[in-house]
Nanobody, 125 residues
Framework: QVQLAESGGGSVQAGGSLRLSCVVS????????MGWFRQAPGKEREEVAT???????RYADSVKGRFTASKNIAKNTLDLQMNSLKPEDTAMYYC???????????????????WGQGTQVTVSS
């Protein structure tokens, strides 16, 4: 069983920054496509950013240029740097993963195998 543990959420004013981090089970780290998803009240869970096993990253259009996802192999973490935050970024953020072939992506929440418990991000105007 893959364990995912997020940290770093909180409250910030519009224009501010937050950094989320997710510790991933070391024994499976290299076999996983990983990513960040979010869910706001009354809305469906959506992709924020995902990184495949080759290190290629894709972002939701709504966060391009503001968010940066990265992997730290030495620490077996997945991080999300969020800059220029907007009130519409307010949501519960989830770290997620699934075992994939080398170049496959994991942007569809319906295909995710492992989820973290979530961390709340609140952006006030």
């Amino acid at each position: 069983q893959v364990q995912l543990a997020e940290s770093g959420g909180g409250s910030v004013q519009a224009g501010g920054s937050l950094r989320l981090s997710c510790v991933v089970s070391r024994y499976m780290y290299s076999r996983l496509c990983m990513g960040w998803f979010r869910q706001a009240p009354g809305k469906e869970r959506e992709e924020v950013a995902t990184i495949n096993r080759l290190g290629s990253t894709r972002y939701a259009d709504s966060v391009k240029g503001r968010f940066t996802a990265s992997k730290n192999i030495a620490k077996n973490t997945l991080d999300l740097q969020m800059n220029s935050l907007k009130p519409e970024d307010t949501a519960m953020y989830y770290c997620a993963a699934r075992a994939t072939s080398l170049g496959a992506y994991c942007y569809d929440p319906a295909t995710i195998e492992y989820w973290g418990q979530g961390t709340q991000v609140t952006v006030s105007s």
